[in-house]
């Protein structure tokens, strides 16, 4: 089967189109056209044209997870999710996370710290922070380093408390309710009673 002409596709940047006699089309990249010194003229064999398929197909699921992990920052886990969910094997989708985690492209530790900052600005606690990050599906293993980039408990207590009161008094009922909506936010009550009592209320456990 020959190939009668090549040409970059005008709608995906990264396809390339290869017209073959009889009309055929393939749909590859630009790492199969050097791979396989593609050029027109040239005669494939059955097998041959199999091979660019496949290699495309993996070519595809490859600049489609970069293009993923590059809109937003994903841990391996939510980039495997998403590429099962656009159809791609199991197996694949695995070798592809991982090929992008080698590039650096994927970095669960970079990530872990990413969602504790983040959560820690918004005022929230330990215990909440440990739910995002099982939930983002990053190793256990990555939570200690992560997890020392949180501010002292106290100081987030105090604020979100000052926030509510607005210079109000706090008497046990608001207290009550203010530290239920702490333990919330994933703070221990451990940390929120001795802030509660420095601001002038003694709440029994």
């Known amino acids: 089967m020959k190939i009668t002409k090549i040409e970059k596709s005008k709608h995906k940047q990264e396809r390339v189109l290869v017209f ?3 009309g055929d089309l393939l749909r590859i990249t630009g ?8 050029y027109p003229g040239m005669d494939l064999s059955d097998e041959l044209v199999v091979q660019l398929a496949e290699s ?3 070519s595809e699921v490859r600049a489609r997870a970069a293009q993923m992990a590059s809109s937003r920052m994903l841990s391996k886990k939510e ?3 998403r590429l ?3 159809g791609v094997a199991q197996d694949e989708a695995s070798d592809t996370a991982d090929w992008l985690e080698e590039l650096g492209a994927v970095d669960d530790a970079a990530y872990a ?5 983040h959560y820690a600005g918004m005022g929230y606690g330990a215990g909440r922070v440990r739910q995002e990050l099982f939930r983002r599906g990053i190793s256990r293993e990555l939570w200690e380093d992560a997890m020392e980039q949180l501010p002292p408990p106290e100081e987030a207590i105090e604020q979100f408390l000052r926030s509510k009161l607005k210079g109000k008094s706090l008497d046990r009922q608001t207290g009550k309710k203010l530290s239920d909506a ?3 936010r994933g703070f221990g009550w451990s940390d929120i009673r001795p802030v509660l009592n420095r601001m002038g209320e003694e709440i029994d456990e």
């Open 20 to 22: 073959l006699e009889g």
């Open 31 to 38: 790492h199969e056209l050097l791979q396989f010194g593609l």
């Open 56 to 58: 495309a197909g993996h």
């Open 79 to 81: 980039l495997t999710e």
């Open 84 to 86: 099962l969910k656009k």
């Open 113 to 117: 710290g990413v969602v504790v900052r």
């Open 182 to 184: 702490l333990l919330r």
